[in-house]
């Protein structure tokens, strides 16, 4: 177990339709990056967000978005939604240190309509 | 884009064996990690190794790194059923240092 959790699970939405996902950690990290799994490839890195600002950006589009709140945790917003952005969001937190290693949550599984 | 490709892209064993999947990637790095995924469920960080490094061991893995080939590899030695999961290699590059993914190695542990 990481310690953090993502809500909802699961989701299923239509095209078009906006959906805000949410992740949360027991503890304190003050870096939290977005990452979307599409079925049967690697994560790949949406956004990172330090000490309540976006500081890195991967190729996605506008309409994916984020907020990193005061006490940690964060969320994901994607607006206008399309059939590919079905996929497995996940989150990391940023272990402390040097380090680069991320702690992972569950995921939330995305099912675009 | 993936960074990284993990070869084989599927892997099926005995219990006991032991298992070596590689990872192979394009730029410079600081470091490379392996994760390890369970049916789609979070990734769990398995190990890192930095980019000054070229082998490390943590319990029945063992990982290689060889930045002039721009190549790693991840040993299981003594394979369990319960390593049956997706392995993922990832590079850390970037100011903001993000993860970038390969495609992963299925591996299946056979009882």
């Known amino acids: 177990e990481t310690g953090v959790t993502q809500s909802p699970t699961h989701l299923i939405k239509t095209r078009g339709q906006q959906v805000t996902l949410r992740c949360s950690s027991q503890?304190?990290?003050?870096?939290v990056s977005w990452y979307q799994q599409a079925l049967g490839q690697g994560p790949q890195f949406i956004f990172q967000y330090y000490r309540e600002e976006e500081n890195g950006r991967g190729n996605f589009p506008p309409r994916f978005s984020g907020l990193q709140f005061p006490n940690y945790s964060s969320e994901l917003n994607v607006n206008a939604l399309e059939l590919d952005d079905s996929a497995l969001y996940l989150c990391?937190?940023?272990?402390?240190?040097?380090?680069?290693?991320?702690?992972f949550g569950p995921g939330t599984r995305l099912t675009v309509l | 884009s993936q960074q990284g490709e993990e070869d084989p892209q599927a892997l099926s064993i005995q219990e006991g064996e032991n298992a070596t999947m590689n990872c192979s990637y394009k730029?410079?790095?600081?470091?490379l990690q392996w994760y390890r995924q369970n049916s789609g469920r979070g990734l769990v960080h398995l190990i890192l190794?930095?980019?000054?490094?070229r082998e490390k061991h943590s319990g029945r893995l063992r990982v290689t790194l060889d930045t002039s080939k721009k190549s790693s590899s991840l040993l299981i030695t003594a394979s369990r059923a319960a390593d049956t999961a997706s392995y993922f290699c990832?590079?850390?590059?970037?100011?903001?240092?993000?993860?970038?993914f390969g495609s992963g190695t299925q591996l299946t542990v056979l009882p």
């Open positions: 990832a590079t850390d590059k970037g100011s903001a240092r993000q993860l970038t």
């Open positions: 990391a937190l940023r272990g402390q240190g040097l380090s680069n290693e991320q702690f």
């Open positions: 503890s304190g990290h003050n870096t």
């Open positions: 730029t410079s790095i600081n470091n």
């Open positions: 190794i930095r980019s000054n490094e």
